[in-house]
């Protein structure tokens, strides 16, 4: 459980941090950056840690999944991605964190549907309390007419939360096909980050580049690469072996706390007390869905 609680508190700081960088950068920009470093430093530690004969063979069983790979490629890093940094530049990082928190509910339907995997009555209801009270603190009477207002972003993040929970699943589908999920974020992050180069170059301004300061937009992206593209993609690769993508994903309720003292600190963002009453329900939600989970067997065994 401290891995996973881990897991969300550097899934926080990526808000955080990205919120900083996009003062300094172009969305677009941002994301291709960021992608093609941390394809190149994944993909380099791979080709280290492998002997020849073995990426051949690699090479030969990545043809034969091309189409999931294609899938990561567009939905677990270019639309991801492209959709996150284009909204969070408009809304809050907390509000930002708080549509990602859809994401046990859409995680659900995709795992119920490639995996058949059960929802108990049990789970559902510790899933709806989750998203109940997530919505309550984002609803909150002091924030009603913010919320409601520019819906053009909040859809944005949605489609972002959509693809990311969709792409988090064909990564499982990989990994019980033997690929590493370091390899699996390499490739997607490379390709995935040329796409964003490309797409940036044809929409964004580069005059010569789409960058207004560059040592603090340095400074963010090499934050990023290594909390995010590093340590957290990998990290919850890691944690897909012992516990599913749904609990997983519903777990993500605790990133919004995160997200909430860092924006506060360092952002300057109001953390009012219907947060601390949500966050709250969102714990009671997150434990009645792990017992469950533990009672079905799917949080102790290996995807395999």
């Not at 677990?76 to 509000?95: G, M, P, Q, R």
């Not at 058949?116 to 009603?144: A, C, H, R």
């Not at 005059?207 to 990023?224: I, S």
């Amino acid at each position: 459980m401290f891995l996973i609680i881990l897991l969300y508190a550097l899934c926080a700081s990526t808000f955080t941090i990205s919120k900083w960088g996009l003062a300094y950068s172009e969305p677009l920009f941002f994301v291709a950056l960021r992608m093609l470093l941390a394809g190149i430093i994944l993909g380099a530690y791979c080709i280290i840690q492998r002997e020849p004969s073995t990426l051949k063979d690699l090479w030969v069983n990545a043809k034969k999944d091309y189409l999931l790979f294609v899938q990561i490629v567009l939905f677990h890093i270019y639309l991801t991605y492209v959709c996150d940094l284009c909204a969070l530049k408009n809304i809050t990082s907390i509000e930002s964190a708080f549509i990602y928190n859809l994401s046990p509910f859409i995680a659900a339907l995709f795992s119920y549907l490639w995996f058949s995997e059960y929802m108990t009555q049990k789970k559902w209801f510790g899933l709806l309390l989750g998203f109940v009270s997530m919505v309550y603190g984002l609803i909150n009477p002091s924030q009603t007419t913010e919320v409601f207002t520019h819906s053009g972003p909040r859809l944005i993040m949605l489609l972002a939360v959509i693809s990311s929970s969709y792409g988090w699943i064909v990564v499982r589908a990989l990994v019980k096909k033997g690929y590493s999920p370091v390899f699996i974020n390499a490739f997607g992050m490379f390709v995935g980050g040329l796409l964003a180069l490309v797409t940036s170059y044809a929409t964004e301004s580069w005059k010569p580049f789409p960058v207004t300061e560059w040592l603090p937009f340095l400074q963010a992206l090499l934050l990023l690469v290594v909390i995010a593209n590093i340590i957290f993609y990998n990290l919850y690769g890691y944690l897909l072996k012992s516990y599913t993508a749904t609990f997983l994903s519903f777990a993500g309720f605790l990133c919004p706390l995160f997200v909430a003292i860092f924006g506060y600190f360092f952002l300057g963002e109001s953390f009012s007390w219907h947060l601390s009453i949500s966050f709250f329900f969102v714990f009671v939600g997150l434990i009645i869905f792990y017992h469950e989970e533990l009672r079905q067997g799917y949080s102790n065994r290996s995807i395999d």
